[in-house]
């Protein structure tokens, strides 16, 4: 193997040696013009549809939902997926989404141990995705014994919101046909400021901000469907006491009204 190495690398040289003969001048031969460079194919898309999909995972100290604390003041692990589309248009820049959130909770006496809830809606976005409008549904559902089911509610919203950089402003009104354990008509009006902190950072997956809410949630209550419930929600009982006042105030004022003058 040695010899026949070495002897093709003795041919290479001899070739080299006639090819540059003292006393001829080599005549330089053009570049020949380089290929055309293919057009590169475009990338087969791996979301033709251009869906996105937002999974986030929240740990809290307590849930409060609207003031009410749902796990009896413990902690909470709270992970939820949200599927959108891309903008139908351009000319039309309104995305449709589902989602899904899930939450422990703590409520003694009705056999509920986890909160299940599913949404849909349309979003509108503009000024540079500065302005969103949200018009949406959400189904909140309860796991555990027969009596969780009963607890089980829908409820159609309306979210405006504008990012200010700096922070973020969202006000929205809810309504509920017929709310949580079947209290009756609801209305749920909020208001929401947001600042981010960037400066606290982990990574680009985790992130940090602060947030405020302020609301105020109207339940035209049933009264019956929450006795047995109002006995384990000190919060339930308080707000069926206030809708017990306030009927009464009602029906005070109607025959105050209707009382003929002589």
């Known amino acids: 193997m ?31 013009a380089p290929a055309p460079t293919p057009a590169a194919a475009p990338e087969a898309s791996k979301n033709p549809l251009g869906i996105t999909f937002t ?12 003031g009410i604390s749902q796990t009896q003041r413990i902690p909470a692990f709270q992970p939820s997926l949200v599927i959108e589309t891309s903008p139908f248009s351009d000319q039309l820049p309104i995305t449709a989404y589902v989602g899904a959130w899930a939450s422990n909770v703590n ?19 503009a000024l540079k995705d500065k302005l969103t409008f949200d018009l949406g549904y959400i189904r909140y559902n ?3 014994v027969v009596q969780a089911s009963q607890l089980a509610f829908n409820e159609f919203g309306f979210v405006v919101g504008y990012d200010f950089d700096l922070f973020q402003l969202s006000a929205a009104v809810r309504y509920s046909p017929n709310f949580f354990a079947n209290s009756g008509n609801a ?35 049933r009264l019956r469907p929450l006795r047995r419930l ?33």
């Open 2 to 32: 040695r010899r026949i190495a070495i002897t093709m690398l003795l041919a290479g040289v001899a070739g080299t040696a006639q090819a540059q003969t003292p006393g001829v001048t080599p005549v330089s031969q053009p570049a020949p």
């Open 107 to 125: 409520f003694p006496g009705t056999g509920a141990w986890g909160e299940l809830d599913a949404s849909a809606g349309f979003r509108l976005k």
């Open 187 to 221: 209305w749920y009006k909020w208001g929401q400021l947001t600042v981010p902190l960037p400066f606290i950072k982990i990574n680009d997956q985790i992130s940090f901000k602060l947030f405020g809410t302020l609301g105020n949630q109207y339940v035209d209550l």
């Open 55 to 66: 999974a986030t995972m929240t740990a809290v100290s307590d849930y409060s939902y609207r």
């Open 230 to 262: 109002c006995l384990h929600q000190p919060e339930l009982h308080r707000l069926h006491q206030h809708s017990q006042l306030r009927r009464s105030r009602h029906r005070k004022h109607r025959q105050d009204v209707l009382t003929p003058i002589d």
């Open 142 to 144: 309860y796991m555990g």
